[in-house]
């Protein structure tokens, strides 16, 4: 992940310099791919639908930067309200992204939560990827994310017919990813 902080998904020049560095460094490490994702400030203070929350200029600078490396526009999206999601999209694509990873938008933290979002999101790509065969941009998948656990992919899964989850796979206290959750999440989705 190329993210110089935590404290949202607006960042100053100092900020896109260091994510430009990180990017190039884990490149030259062996990186098969990256997650990042730029959103405009001035987005914020609108509720005008026509204006753009994702800062086209520098992910599509970042993406170009990856040198065809898949690259995913993360959980900045969670933040894009409803209202803006077709500009939204529309902007990911441009910028060249191959995936969204998303909990399903700003209603709520956990995927759970948003079945009806994420199963409009999946749809929604599906009806760009038929119309999309006479543009030249992919249309990125959507990879449902947000608390997702064994216990829950296989619903997640048939609701929002989403093909690509992620998870922390961590379960109780643990702080590290068990392997165990891996394996079922992974029965949970060959089963459905």
Not at 76 to 93: G, Q, R, T, Y
């Amino acid at each position: 992940m190329v993210r110089p902080h935590a404290e949202g998904f607006y960042y100053e020049e100092f900020d896109f310099e260091v994510m430009k560095q990180t990017l190039n460094s884990l490149k030259s490490c062996g990186a098969d791919g990256f997650v990042f994702g730029i959103l405009n400030r001035s987005s914020k203070q609108t509720c005008d639908p026509n204006v753009s929350w994702v800062d086209v200029s520098r992910n599509k600078e970042l993406v170009q930067l990856a040198d065809g490396l898949p690259c995913t526009f993360h959980r900045a999206f969670d933040v894009i309200p409803e209202s803006h999601w077709d500009n939204a999209l529309s902007d990911i694509m441009e910028c060249g992204f191959t995936s969204i990873l998303t909990n399903g938008g700003p209603s709520g933290t956990r995927a759970m939560e948003c079945v009806d979002q994420l199963n409009t999101l999946v749809h929604y790509k599906m009806q760009l990827q038929g119309e999309s065969k006479l543009q030249s941009n992919r249309v990125p998948e959507i990879i449902v994310g947000g608390n997702v656990r064994a216990s829950n992919i296989g619903l997640l899964h048939n609701i929002t017919g989403a093909s690509a989850f992620h998870s922390a796979a961590l379960v109780d206290t643990q702080e590290v990813a068990s392997a165990t959750e891996v394996f079922k999440m992974k029965d949970e989705i060959t089963r459905g």
